[in-house]
C-alpha cells in the first residue's frame, strides 16, 4: 500500500492506493547474509529442516511468507531474538527440489511489514505482522532525488562489468521511486546492514537520499579504480614489451652463437642447490624463486635481491655433516693435553659422548659455563670441538640488542642478510658444528627487540628442529647442533633462557695450578708467540710464584700470561739486537731477574698491616669476575649516637650494618663490659668501606661487620691471619652464604690461613680442591660469639672506647680502625 501526500496552497490530501489485505499471521523464513526487498525477485537455497517444512507448507497452502534478515551470519538456526523486526512479504513463484534434499525456491518480494510478535517457533517460525506503507511526497525534490539517482546509476552501470546493460533501460523506465530504489539497492553489492537499513525507512524522499549516498560513493569507488586499472595496463603494456623484445634478444643471440649471462647464472645456481641436499620444503620455496629469478631481467632490483637469497640458500650446509669421534680415551687425552685440572667440566663432556655412542640420536643438553674471566671458558670449548672432531664456530654475544643480530633481517629491508646463527654455520661448512655462544650474560634488550628471547629457541631442543630465520624464511634443523654457552654471571641471564641451560661452575685457580697451568701451558705458548724457542729460555718456578703473589691478583691466569710475555718480550729484544740474531747462552729467568724485568711488586698481603689495631676485621667477597678480600673499617667518635655508612653500599650492605649495630648494642653487658651504660648515647660510629669507587652489596658481610665493632669496643684486635664471612641476624645467628669456594681462593691468594664460614656451608667444601683445603683452616660457626672467639685476639692492644668527657675538656680523638667485606 501506498501514502500519497500532495501539498498545495497549505492544504494536504492524503490518497491511499488500493492494496491486497495480508494476513495477520504468517510463516517467516530467517535469510542469512540477505535482505529481503519488495518488488524484487529473490532466489534462495532452502537446506535447514526446518525450512524446507516451512517452504512445503507454504506450497500446501497460498504460497505467502514473510522473508526476515538475520542479524549475524555465525548464528546457524536463528531464532525470534535473532532476526531483524522489518522484512518482506513474499509469494513462492516457483520451487525446485536438488538430489542432495535441498529446495531452490524463487520468491517475489511484495509489501514491507513490520513483525509484532511471534506466534511460536516450532516446527518453524510464525510471526504476527503489520503491514509498513511507503510515505512518498510529491514534491519537486522527490522528483529531482529521482532523476539523479537514474543518472548516477546508469553511469555506474556502464562502468561495472557486473551490472547488465539492460539494468540501464529497466531504471530509466520506472516511474515510481520506491519500486526505483528496491531495484537498485538489490543490484548493488552492499553490505547487509546498508540494505536493512535502507528497507526499515518507509519515507521514500529519505531513501532516495540513501541510495544517492551510496551511488556516489560506488562512483568514486569506481573512479579511482579506473585510474588505478588504467596505470597497472600502462606497466603491463610496458613488461610485455620488454619480454617480446627480450625473446627477440634472445632468438638473435642463440642465432649469433652469444653466450646469455642471465640464463648461464640461473643455470649455475640451479646446480648449486641440486647439489646441497634441500628438504622438500625449502626446495618447493627455492624452484619459485628460482622461476622468478628466470623471468626478471638482470636490471630489475628484485633480481640481485632474488639471486644473493638463492646464494644463501645454496652455501648451508643442509645435508653435510662431520663424524662425531666418539672415542672416549681420546676425548680425554685431548681434554687433559689443553686444560689443567677442572674434573668436573671432564667428566661432564665424557659423559656426554658416552650418552652418543650408545644412543646416537640423543639429543644433548646445552651446556652453561660459568666462572671469572681468564679461567679458560673460552680455550675449553675449542677443546671440546677438537675431541668431538667437529667444526668450532664462536658467536659473542655481549652488548647485543638488536633481536635480528640473531634471526636475522627480513628480505624486504635494504641491505638484509642473515642472523649469527644462520652465518655461522655457513662459515662451519656442516650442519653439526659446536657453537661457542659468547658473554652470553651480557645481551641486552631496546625498541629494536630482545635478542635473549630470540635465543630462547635457539637453545631449547625441542624446538630448534625447525629454527625459522626471518631472512631465509624457510626452517634449518638446529638439533645436531652442540651449543655451549659463557658467562661471568647469572644474574643477568633471564630465567627462561637459563632453564634451557646446564649451568657448570668454574672457579678461579689457586696458586699451585696457576704455576701448573703456566709451566705446562702459559710459558711454551708465550715463547712461540714472541718468536724465541725454548732452548733460548727458561723460567724457574720461583720465578712464576713471585709473579702470581706479587704482580697479578686474579682468579683467572689472564694477566698472569700477559706477565709471562712482558718477560718473553724483553728477552726477545735482547736477542733481536745481537747481530747474530742469537743469545749468547740460554736465559735462565729466576726470582730476581723477573722482579728486575717486571719492575715494582703491584700487589701486597696487607691483611697483617690493615688489622694492627683494634677495630679491623677481614672479610671475603664474591664479585663477577672471581672471590676478593675486602676491609672494613670502624671508629667511634664523640657525638649523639649516629652510625655513618660509607663506601658506595647498597641498601642490603647498609641493613647489614645496621643489624650488626643493634646485635652488638644489645649484648655489649657481654662483649665489652668496661663501656658505660651511656657510652651509645654520647659516641657516633662510622663504618667504612675502603675502594670507595667500587659499588658493594650484600648480606655475607655480616659477621665481618659485628667482628669490627666488637673489636673497636673491646679494644681487642683480630686476628692478622683470619678472613670471614656470613650474614648475621639480630639475635646472633650466622646465616649460609654463597660462592665459599670463590672466596676461599681469595683468602689463600691474600695469604690468609684461616677462614670462618657458617656452619649451614660445611657442605661447600666438598667444592673446594684437596691441596687447597690442607692449606687453609676452616672454622664453621653458627653464632656470632663463635666468631668473635675464633677472630678476635685474646688480649687487649689498648684501652676500649674512651668514656664520655666532662663538659668543657678537650676530648681525646681516637684513632681510626677498619674493617671489611661485601657481597653474598
Known sequence: ??????????????????????????????????????????????GQERSVKLVEDVLAGDRMLVMVAARSSEIEAPG???????????????????????????????????????????PYLVAEITEIPDVVRETPELTALTRNVQETFSSIVEQVPYLPEELQVAVANIEDPSALTSLIAGSLRLKTDEKQRILEEPDVARRLRLIAEVLARELEVISIGSKIQSQVQSELDKSQREYVLRQQLKAIQEELGEFDESAAEAETLREQLDAAGLPDEVRTQVDRELRRLEQL???????????????????????????D??????????????????EQVKERIIEFLAVRRLKPDARGSILCFVGPPGVGKTSLGRSIARALGREFERISTGGV??????????????????????????????????????????????????????????????????FRDHYLDVPFDLSDVMFITTANALDTIPRPLLD???????????????????????????????????????????????????YTREAGVRNLEREIGTLCRKVARDVAERPDGRPEKRVAIGEARARELLGKRRFFAESRRRTREPGVATGLAWTPVGG????????????????????QLGEVMRESAQAALSYVRGHVADLAPELPEDWFATHDLHLHVPAGAIPKDGPSAGITMTTALVSLLSGRAVRSNVAMTGEVTLTGQVLPIGGLKEKALAAQRSGIETVIAPALNEGDVEEIPEHLRSKLSFVFVDDVRQVLEAALELRRRRAPAPAPVPAGAPAPVPPPVSAAVFAG
Open 401 to 466: 640488542r638488536d633481536e635480528a643480530e640473531i634471526r636475522g633481517h627480513r628480505r624486504t629491508y635494504i641491505g638484509a642478510m642473515p642472523g649469527t646463527i644462520i652465518r655461522a654455520l655457513r662459515d662451519a661448512g656442516s650442519r653439526n658444528p659446536l657453537f661457542m655462544i659468547d658473554e652470553i650474560d651480557k645481551m641486552g634488550s631496546d625498541w629494536r627487540g630482545d635478542p635473549s628471547s630470540a635465543m630462547l629457541e635457539v637453545l631449547d631442543p625441542e624446538q630448534n628442529s625447525t
Open 80 to 122: 525470534p531474538g535473532d532476526v531483524h523486526d522489518v522484512g518482506v512479504v513474499g509469494s513462492v513463484a516457483r520451487m525446485m527440489k536438488v538430489p542432495d534434499g535441498t529446495l531452490r525456491i524463487l520468491v517475489q518480494g511484495a509489501e514491507r511489514v513490520h513483525i509484532d510478535r511471534w506466534a511460536r517457533e516450532s
Open 297 to 323: 631481467p638482470p636490471q630489475a632490483a628484485e633480481h640481485g635481491v632474488i639471486r644473493t637469497y638463492l646464494e644463501w640458500i645454496a652455501s648451508l650446509p643442509w645435508s653435510a655433516s662431520t663424524e
Open 1 to 46: 500500500m501506498t501514502i500519497d501526500i500532495a501539498e498545495a496552497g497549505g492544504e494536504r490530501d492524503v490518497q491511499v492506493g488500493a492494496a491486497r489485505t495480508l494476513p495477520r499471521v504468517l510463516p517467516a523464513l530467517p535469510l542469512r547474509e540477505t535482505v529481503p526487498l519488495p518488488d524484487t525477485l529473490i532466489p534462495l537455497a532452502v
Open 628 to 647: 676478593d678480600v675486602l676491609f672494613i673499617e670502624a671508629t667511634a667518635m664523640p657525638g649523639k649516637g649516629s652510625l655513618t655508612i660509607t663506601g
Open 325 to 342: 669421534n666418539l672415542d672416549l680415551a681420546h676425548a680425554r687425552q685431548v681434554l687433559d693435553e689443553d686444560h689443567y685440572d677442572i
Open 500 to 550: 634451557r641451560m646446564e649451568v657448570i661452575q668454574l672457579a678461579g685457580y689457586t696458586a699451585d695450578e696457576k704455576l701448573q697451568i703456566a709451566r705446562r701451558y702459559l710459558v711454551p705458548r708465550q715463547i712461540e708467540r714472541n718468536g724465541l724457542k725454548r732452548s733460548w729460555i727458561s723460567i724457574s718456578d720461583a720465578a712464576l710464584k713471585a709473579i702470581i703473589s706479587d
